[in-house]
């Protein structure tokens, strides 16, 4: 792992969701919602209007052409037009088109989504657990030597379980507790960086992350906080939150009441900005920001962040169009095309000499003498990141449970017991454990309850 200190670590954060269709109905409906704008003919005529400034909006007409542009409109609508993508830009012709200062190709970080718990799916969303992420797990195997890694995402469950709407709220989502614990029981994989849907926390999601995931790509600051006044969705702090967080690509670990502002909490947070964009685009002032910074010996993560369902060969050419720039005008600054983990360690100062890993050891006593059944947590290598590991549990009836722990002593240790107030062993089929620690290192871990009774 390279030890250079100007050097802008660039790290590709792609919000993976799979497929999106939108009708044209669907499309006036969404420029209704954020810009209150009614009564239009829904034809593709005033779409293609819209689009040339040709309608009288009061002032909106340029508002509305950055949502409605070709760009943004033209999405992948089935796996078969994604993976016709992936086949181009997963290829190393594509990834090396602009090779990094150290003479690597692009890597993507697929922050995959689970959609599920949904009544209505109007853009024909891929529903179900792992759906995705087994999707660019299978992909990740076509180029065996890419250095793309799989990552999280989450979307809050919409009020009126629409698939394609986003809240706020992980306390009213069950559906996280089911995804992270079914990803350790059948994946045998945890999370050690998260991208947050539609960019927004709030105070739940953020102790939820400080208690499991150290890294955190979900700050989407901008310098000009008057250009989220434009939309409807972004307006005082609707959509992503983050107008109090630092713009200057610099990482951050949050304060305890407050996400945005830096302070003294475990997790270290890095900015991203979306690419052709209606908001937050990056740009060359922002390229440049980032080689600035590194040019004074900053430890400097630019990341962008896209989603699957559009045309990411284009974006990604626009980005490198704005490094070449940069790279040009900052020759003594040094650019790598980074896995998320990776940008957060060298950012960080990590020393693999002190890196001992993570190893936990898990310990079940289904009929312990003169006590209940029950579970020792040990950490073996290595420290937990945050107050305990995530216990997951599959009963006998493919029910998945996220439950508490408890706490030895020692810090190191924790329990758990099998009985009527928490769950019989008899009714447990699989036992799951996930855990990272500081540097990202992450453990998982399956005990299949049946072949020890």
């Keep these: ?69 070709t760009h943004l409109l033209s999405y992948h609508e089935d796996w078969t037009q994604i993976d016709r993508m992936l086949e181009r830009i997963m290829a190393p012709d594509f990834r090396n088109q602009l090779p990094d200062s150290f003479g690597g190709g692009w890597v993507f970080n697929w922050h995959c989504l689970d959609l599920v718990g949904f009544k209505a799916n109007p853009r024909r969303r891929a529903l179900g657990y792992h759906v995705v992420f087994d999707h660019y797990k299978d992909a990740m195997k076509w180029y065996p030597d890419c250095r793309d890694a799989l990552h999280f995402h989450f979307h809050p469950m919409s009020t009126y379980q629409e698939a394609h709407r986003s809240a706020t709220s992980i306390i009213n989502s069950p559906e996280l507790w089911q995804t992270v614990s079914r990803r350790i029981i059948e994946r045998e994989w945890f999370p050690s960086a998260f991208r947050a849907g539609f960019h927004v926390e709030r105070p739940d999601l953020h102790w939820f992350l400080e208690q499991w995931i150290p890294f955190d790509f979900s700050n989407l600051a901008v310098e000009n906080t008057a250009d989220l006044e434009k939309s409807r969705d972004t307006k005082n702090g609707r959509g992503g939150d983050w107008r109090q967080a630092p713009t200057d690509w610099s990482i951050y670990q949050p304060s305890h009441d407050n996400y945005q502002v830096p302070g003294n909490c475990r997790r270290w947070i890095a900015r991203a900005q979306n690419v052709m964009n209606r908001y937050a685009a990056i740009d060359q002032h922002e390229v440049d920001k980032a080689f600035s910074r590194a040019q004074q010996g900053k430890p400097t993560i630019m990341t962008v962040t896209t989603h699957d369902f559009r045309d990411m060969g284009a974006e990604v050419d626009h980005v490198r169009t704005l490094i070449a720039d940069a790279s040009a005008r900052f020759p003594d ?40 059944p029950n579970m020792t947590i040990r950490t073996v290598k290595g420290e937990v990141f945050g107050p305990q590991p995530w216990l997951a549990i599959e009963t006998m009836g493919k029910r998945f449970i996220h439950d508490n722990l408890d706490f030895g002593l020692s810090g190191d240790e924790w329990y758990y017991v099998f009985h009527d107030s928490t769950l019989p062993l008899h009714d447990v089929r699989r036992i799951g454990i996930g855990a990272n620690d500081k540097w990202g290192n992450s453990f998982a871990k399956v005990i299949d309850v049946r072949e020890l009774l």
Excluded: W
């Excluded at 890993?357 to 289904?366: A, C, D, F, R, T």
């Design 333 to 372: 600054v040094k650019f790598k095309y980074c896995e998320g983990v990776e940008a957060f360690r060298m950012a960080l100062g990590y020393d693999a000499a002190e890196d001992q890993g993570l190893e936990l050891e898990v310990i079940l006593n289904p009929s312990p003498e003169n006590d209940l």
């Design 1 to 69: 792992m390279t030890q250079d200190k100007n050097v802008v670590l660039v790290v590709h954060a792609v919000d993976t969701e799979g497929p999106l269709y939108e009708s044209l109905d669907a499309t006036f409906v969404r420029v209704r919602e954020l810009h209150g704008i009614t009564r239009l003919p829904q034809t593709r005529d005033t779409l293609e209007r819209l689009r040339r400034g040709e309608v009288d909006l009061n002032g909106k007409e340029a508002a509305v052409q950055d949502m409605l542009n």
